[in-house]
């Protein structure tokens, strides 16, 4: 059974920065398709980043240069650190893995896994 826990959420102010950590067990971090997604109020669910076993990560384009997805695999963990934030980058941020893909797209449909979300607010 895949369990993912996200952690590190918080309230910051604008240009500030917070990392997010997920905990997963059941799939290993290294060689999944994970990835990071919010949601703010009112608005749908959105792609920030994804990574997969080989090549590079796929950020959205709100947050390129500004947030970084990495895996340790020895904690079998995810992180995002977000740098720069903005207002806008206010949202409940998901943890997400889907198993068994060669490939791993910025699509949140193909995510069969998800943790419960951490919320991060950024006040201007």
């Known amino acids: 059974q895949v369990q993912l826990v996200e952690s590190g959420g918080g309230s910051v102010q604008a240009g500030g920065s917070l990392t997010l950590s997920c905990a997963a067990s059941?799939?290993?971090?290294?060689?999944?398709?994970m990835g990071w997604f919010r949601q703010a109020p009112g608005k749908e669910r959105e792609e920030v980043v994804t990574?997969?076993?080989?090549?590079?990560?796929s950020y959205a384009d709100s947050v390129k240069g500004r947030f970084t997805i990495s895996k340790d695999n020895a904690d079998n963990t995810l992180y995002l650190q977000m740098n720069s934030l903005k207002p806008e980058d206010t949202g409940l941020y998901y943890c997400a893995a889907a198993l068994g893909r060669w490939t791993c797209p910025l699509v949140a449909a193909i995510f069969e896994h998800w943790g419960q979300g951490t919320q991060v607010t950024v006040s201007s």
């Open positions: 059941g799939t290993s971090v290294s060689t999944s398709c």
């Open positions: 990574s997969g076993r080989d090549g590079p990560p």
